[in-house]
Nanobody, 117 residues
Framework: QVQVVESGGGLVQPGGSLTLSCSAS????????MRWYRQAPGKPREWVASITSGFNIAYTDAVKGRFTISRDNAKSTMSLQMNRLKPEDTGVYYC???????????WGQGTQVTVSS
């Protein structure tokens, strides 16, 4: 039912910034929790940040103080502002929209973020 599309990735030098966007269509996102994941080359996908339907926010320790997650239910979007990027932030970033219990679990195709000089 829900289509998910990420955008905003690209090539950036260490210390730079990028803002990723996740757009959902097909259903209201008001009742869903949302997450950003990333997958570095040769590594499993890891959780980066989450924002619940109640706007509670959490981050993995590796990005605390550098990344900011937000959502706009009226626009059915979620964003990830990434500052002071490091090479280890490189990977494909995925948007995940889900309901508690896993009854609904939607993923985008990802957007590539490359942090390199």
């Amino acid at each position: 039912q829900v289509q998910v599309v990420e955008s905003g990735g690209g090539l950036v030098q260490p210390g730079g910034s990028l803002t990723l966007s996740c757009s959902a269509s097909g259903s209201s996102i008001n009742g869903y929790d949302m997450r950003w994941y990333r997958q570095a080359p040769g590594k499993p996908r890891e959780w980066v940040a989450s924002i619940t339907s109640g706007f509670n926010i959490a981050y993995t320790d590796a990005v605390k103080g550098r990344f900011t997650i937000s959502r706009d239910n009226a626009k059915s979007t979620m964003s990830l502002q990434m500052n002071r990027l490091k090479p280890e932030d490189t990977g494909v970033y995925y948007c995940n929209i889900f309901s508690l219990g896993g009854a609904r679990d939607y993923w985008g195709q990802g957007t590539q973020v490359t942090v390199s000089s």
